[in-house]
């Protein structure tokens, strides 16, 4: 591996115990009947969905660096795919959260839009790592 995507591996590395914090913060929430939490829908759903996609995302982030060096790319492609792909699992989750960061938020702020960049910079990383790895 080579030390570039080494140290994108510890970046995503060390976002696994904030992903932890908050899986035990949001049961705490459940358990414990949080208001502005368990009686808010549209932000339980969000949060959720945060956590959920932070998870996964660094999973597959970090299985892609193991791809990016095997690729027949330009040095420059290859750290553009490592970007973008390591964008999205922070990008993605902190729309889901910052759009309904206070209790009372019943519909998602224009901060929802952080999705939609990780999400953008998720499918531009993984095309570039997947035609890297065909070429």
């Given at each position: 591996?080579?030390?570039?995507?080494?140290?994108?591996?510890?970046?995503?590395?060390?976002?696994?115990?904030?992903?932890?914090?908050?899986?035990?913060?949001?049961?705490?929430?459940?358990?414990?009947?949080?208001?502005?939490?368990?009686?808010?829908?549209?932000?339980?759903?969000?949060?959720?969905?945060?956590?959920?996609?932070?998870?996964?995302?660094?999973?597959?982030?970090?299985?892609?660096?193991l791809y990016?060096?095997?690729?027949?790319?330009?040095?420059?492609?290859?750290?553009?795919?490592?970007?973008?792909?390591?964008?999205?699992?922070?990008?993605?989750?902190?729309?889901?959260?910052?759009?309904?960061?206070?209790?009372?938020?019943?519909?998602?702020?224009?901060?929802?839009?952080?999705?939609?960049?990780?999400?953008?910079?998720?499918?531009?990383?993984?095309?570039?790592?997947?035609?890297?790895?065909?070429?």
């Open positions: 591996m080579s030390p570039a995507s080494l140290t994108m591996a510890g970046v995503l590395l060390i976002t696994v115990p904030t992903i932890a914090f908050g899986g035990v913060t949001l049961l705490k929430f459940l358990m414990r009947g949080v208001p502005g939490y368990i009686d808010n829908p549209v932000r339980r759903g969000l949060w959720r969905a945060g956590h959920a996609h932070a998870g996964v995302l660094v999973l597959f982030s970090l299985v892609a660096m990016v060096d095997q690729t027949g790319l330009p040095e420059g492609l290859k750290w553009l795919a490592r970007l973008l792909i390591v964008a999205a699992p922070i990008l993605m989750p902190l729309g889901f959260f910052l759009s309904v960061i206070r209790p009372s938020d019943t519909k998602p702020s224009r901060l929802i839009g952080l999705t939609v960049a990780g999400g953008a910079c998720l499918a531009v990383g993984a095309l570039t790592l997947g035609v890297g790895l065909l070429i």
